[in-house]
């Protein structure tokens, strides 16, 4: 691979990696500092998709990314419903808002399954109309993304340093001492939610910005993508302070975009994408484990080896 095609596969990959990011952080909020794993992922990158395409094409680009929060916001809140006033487990909570998010979306984009923003003022162009004539004018879709997750990354900090922030990281670690503190753990968990999908539904809305497209499948696999990402962002990083770990989560959705990246590249077949998705969720749960049992394994084959 020569240094041209390498840059600009680190490009493509930096520009996916920090709109990906984003769903990451939303992970990291839900599923690492509440402990609820929301399954509605899939369904709520790609309403966010939809939302912020129609407010594109409608004439609205800056709206859309409001719309798109606000989308997500919606299905967190309908996904937390289920969980804490209907008695439905979470993950099946968020399998049922995933399939029924599928409808939604469809009506969304007008009963269209693809809605095309070729020609469509979006977010981008509108950074790179603001930036023509400057060196980085071909970066725009670069440091649109950039902002956002500089923006969601500060945001987290400041949020789960708060009362409150504080509270959703208490309900996630013993729901049962927070409601024996007064506080609400149905307040926390809707809260908690409602933000981790705002974020998701503003991924989906630059993606599909991104791409000058938004289609109903779209979000198919995110989950596994961000789990994935949130995996490798915690080996990367460990464990420290909330910023650390959430630049963590950022530097973990670069690293599985570039592996897609170098693996497109290399002309694998887009049917086995999904394989290479299942390999790097695998190698990012188990090696950590692994490494935790090298000392043990190493112990047993020198036994054997005196034995013999």
């Not at 020569?2 to 992970?27: D, H, K, M, R, Y």
């Not at 440091?143 to 500060?154: F, M, N, P």
């Not at 999908?197 to 993508?225: D, H, P, R, W, Y």
């Amino acid at each position: 691979m020569n240094p041209s095609a390498l840059l600009a596969v680190g490009q493509t990959a930096l520009e996916l990696g920090l709109i990906c990011s984003l769903t990451v952080l939303a992970l990291f909020l839900s599923y690492s500092m509440l402990n609820v794993c929301d399954l509605s992922t899939d369904g709520c990158f790609t309403l966010g998709a939809a939302v912020g395409a129609m407010a594109a094409v409608a004439g609205y680009p800056l709206l859309s990314i409001p719309a798109a929060m606000a989308a997500g916001v919606c299905s967190g809140y309908i996904t937390a419903l289920l969980q804490t006033k209907m008695g439905i487990d979470s993950l099946l909570a968020g399998i049922i808002v995933n399939t029924g998010l599928y409808s939604v979306n469809i009506a969304v984009m007008a009963g269209s399954s693809l809605v095309n923003m070729n020609k469509t003022t979006t977010v981008f162009t509108m950074m790179k109309d603001l930036l023509a004539g400057t060196p980085l004018e071909n970066h725009n879709r670069t440091i649109v993304a950039l902002i956002a997750v500089l923006l969601t990354v500060a945001f987290l900090t400041v949020f789960l340093n708060t009362r409150l922030g504080l509270a959703i990281r208490a309900t996630g670690n013993n729901p049962d001492m927070v409601r024996s503190s007064s506080i609400n753990p149905v307040f926390t968990t809707t809260v908690g939610l409602c933000v981790a999908n705002a974020f998701t539904g503003l991924s989906g809305c630059l993606m599909a910005q991104s791409q000058k497209s938004a289609e109903i499948n779209l979000g198919s696999g995110m989950v596994t993508i961000a789990l994935a990402s949130l995996l490798i962002g915690s080996t990367l990083m460990g464990r420290g302070g909330i910023f650390t770990r959430a630049v963590g989560m950022v530097l973990g959705a670069f690293v599985f975009r570039l592996v897609y990246a170098v693996a497109l590249r290399l002309n694998m077949p887009s049917f086995m994408l999904k394989l290479v998705s299942s390999v790097i969720v695998i190698l990012a749960i188990s090696l950590p484990y692994l490494k935790s049992q090298w000392p043990m394994i190493q112990r047993r084959l020198t036994a054997k080896k005196g034995g013999a």
